[in-house]
């Protein structure tokens, strides 16, 4: 099972790319999270920051990857999960600190350069109606018939399931765990796949509920391209969706089954995988956060029109009370945030929190 090892190795480079070439994906008035004027892009001084950033992020992920295949090739599973763990973690984390000293140096350069906004400039985009937007939430019946398509494998082969079903395998495939035949051990893909499809539905329900990006200089091109953003976004949320919880739930029926073995099973949905994977980061760099890259020639401003970095803690925390909205774009990244001055928001983070944590507890207990 080599080729499945080099296959969750690849998570360590494309997790790397994506944070390198993140200060690049940003939006034309925000650099390692200060908000500078649009036409800074340009900025030489700034530029090299950002290249600085790339490379650094880029030679660390090359160690990493390194290493990981190395222990791939080696066939040494502990290696293998610890280089993926700790690599993963610490492109991560490393990242932000990164990201947080550069902030640092993009905000001392913004105040030599005197770049302060002398009114808060907000924009009303006239025909929103007509812009494009994400998808309706209602494209999410879909999971609806591949649930039902999975319950139905379990309940036509449950009675020529063996006694033990198997539940985990190692790397080279080798079964190490069963567990005796019943009724939740056969449901267990199946509750799996609508934890999955509720993550999913509600990732979509924020991305419709987000504040919306229009650029002062540039209101009704850039609302377009956030539109166009946030539909792609939507679209490959949906399908990337609908393939895992697809993929988890039938292959765990069959392997049950004995029809395919459990490690086979493991492969396909890592190859399932591997496609959202690397759309992501396709999807960031064509469009780049909030659709800044959809129009590259969007006319630049030197004033600075708006500047919300009073609001943004550490760069990536959204605070702002007087805002109403409670899912906004993010600052540094690709997606979506919180404003963690909103009530709603901790009901939510607390809320998901239990839930996942009572989902974990109730499946250990009953399977």
């Known amino acids: ?31 390692f999270a200060v908000t500078v004027p649009s036409s800074a892009q340009r900025d030489p001084y700034l530029r090299s920051l950002k290249r600085r950033y790339a490379l650094i992020m880029g030679a660390v992920t090359a160690v990493l990857t390194a290493a990981g295949v190395a222990a791939a090739l080696a066939m040494n599973e502990a290696a293998i999960m610890v280089v993926l763990l700790v690599g993963t973690l610490g492109l991560l984390l490393g990242g932000y600190a990164l990201m947080l000293r550069y902030r640092a140096k993009t905000k001392a350069y913004k105040r030599e350069q005197g770049w302060e906004a002398q009114v808060q400039e907000t924009v009303a985009v006239v025909g929103e109606a007509d812009a494009p937007r994400a998808i309706a939430l209602s494209w999410n019946l ?21 006694d033990m079903i198997p539940m985990h395998a190692s790397f080279d495939g080798t079964v190490n765990r069963w567990e005796p035949k019943g009724p939740m051990v056969v449901a267990f893909p199946v509750l799996m796949q609508l934890f999955l499809a509720a993550c999913m539905v509600f990732s979509h329900w924020t991305i419709l509920k987000s504040k919306k990006w229009a650029e002062p200089g540039a209101p ?26 697809g993929g988890l739930g039938i292959l765990f029926e069959l392997s049950s089954m004995e029809l395919v073995s459990l490690g086979q ?33 969007m006319q630049g401003s030197d004033a600075l029109l708006a500047d919300d970095d009073e609001h943004w803690k550490f760069g990536i925390f959204y605070v702002n009370p007087d805002d109403l909205a409670f899912v906004l774009p993010e600052r540094f990244g690709v997606g979506w945030t919180f404003n963690y001055a909103r009530p ?7 809320g998901g929190f239990l839930v996942t944590v009572a989902f974990i507890v109730a499946v250990s207990v009953l399977v």
């Open 1 to 31: 099972m080599a080729s499945m090892m080099l296959m969750m190795m690849l998570l360590l480079p494309v997790t790397g790319v994506l944070m390198a070439v993140t200060p690049f994906l940003q939006r034309r008035g925000e650099v």
């Open 142 to 162: 879909l999971y609806v018939p591949v649930i039902l398509v999975t319950v139905a494998i379990a309940v036509v082969g449950y009675p020529h399931m063996p």
């Open 220 to 245: 009704a091109t850039s609302a377009l391209a956030y539109g166009l953003f946030a539909r792609a976004q939507s679209v490959f949320l949906l399908v990337s969706g609908l393939l895992l919880t």
């Open 265 to 297: 099973a493991a492969f396909f949905v890592m190859l399932l995988a591997m496609p959202i994977v690397v759309g992501s980061l396709v999807i960031g760099v064509v469009y780049g956060q909030a659709g800044s890259r959809v129009f590259k020639r």
């Open 344 to 350: 709603v928001t901790w009901v939510i983070v607390v």
